[in-house]
Nanobody, 123 residues
Framework: VQLQASGGGLVQAGDSLRLSCVASGRAFRNYSAGWFRQGPGKEREFVAY????????NYADSVRGRFTISKDNARNTVHLQMNSLKPEDTAVYYC?????????????????WGQGTLVTVSS
């Protein structure tokens, strides 16, 4: 499975962005998916998780209520809708697929990664 993330950009605080991640291969529809981010000088951190069918989601406390993850298995795509963006959301955002069980908050629990898309939020 190969993942291609897009949708990043430069926005102002309070704005919205929608990130997309397109996957190659039919196996993607059977995988959970997630988004992580890595800010300047920081470790990669969990942002959002969705199970293979899209019926179960979870979020980091820092984004819950502002971000929404969704999965479209017909189009092999996972999205991250980001609203009410804050300067602290500035990071490179990575999509991931095939999370391992309940360890999905850990980067090393994922089998496939996209290349990352930069989100910059100015104050």
């Amino acid at each position: 499975v190969q993942l291609q993330a897009s949708g990043g950009g430069l926005v102002q605080a309070g704005d919205s962005l929608r990130l997309s991640c397109v996957a190659s291969g039919r196996a993607f529809r059977n995988y959970s998916a997630g988004w992580f981010r890595q800010g300047p000088g920081k470790e990669r951190e969990f942002v959002a998780y969705i199970n293979w069918g899209g019926g179960g989601t979870n979020y980091a406390d820092s984004v819950r209520g502002r971000f929404t993850i969704s999965k479209d298995n017909a189009r092999n795509t996972v999205h991250l809708q980001m609203n009410s963006l804050k300067p602290e959301d500035t990071a490179v955002y990575y999509c991931a697929a095939q999370g391992s069980g309940q360890n999905y908050r850990r980067p090393n629990a994922w089998g496939y990664w996209g290349q990352g898309t930069l989100v910059t939020v100015s104050s």
